[in-house]
């Protein structure tokens, strides 16, 4: 069984930036993608940003305009998401999740594909004000 518990959400003045970390658990081997999702009250659950973990290809959402940077640290089963100049639209509760077959852009720039993956963290809020 794997676990994933992330860290680092809270609240930031627009212009801000915040670090999210995920930490892996449990056996990990199977992953071919990990990626990071977030939810607005109301909203559908969206993309954020992918890494394809045999190739190292990094996949992110359009409207993110290059502001967010996702990374891995393998040898300690981490990843992280590197949030700057946040905006008010970045308010959400963000997830990380890993996938054991997620093809084409890890579920990143697809609707619903969020649902290729199969753990996911407890979530972490994210208040741009």
């Known amino acids: 069984q794997v676990q994933l518990v992330e860290s680092g959400g809270g609240s930031v003045q627009p212009g801000g930036s915040l670090r999210l970390s995920c930490s892996a658990s449990?056996?990990?081997?199977?992953?071919?993608?990990i990626g990071w999702f977030r939810q607005a009250p109301g909203k559908e659950r969206e993309g954020v940003a992918g890494i394809v973990i045999r190739f190292g290809t990094r996949y992110y959402a359009d409207s993110l305009q290059g502001r967010f940077t996702i990374s891995r640290d393998s040898a300690n089963n981490t990843m992280y998401l590197q949030m700057d100049n946040l905006i008010p639209e970045d308010t959400a509760t963000y997830y990380c999740?890993?996938?054991?077959?997620?093809?084409?852009?890890?579920?990143?720039?697809?609707?619903?594909?969020?649902?290729?993956?199969?753990?996911w963290g407890q979530g972490t809020q994210v208040t741009v004000s």
């Open positions: 449990g056996d990990t081997s199977s992953t071919t993608c």
């Open positions: 999740a890993l996938a054991a077959s997620a093809p084409g852009t890890c579920g990143i720039l697809t609707p619903d594909g969020w649902r290729q993956y199969n753990y």
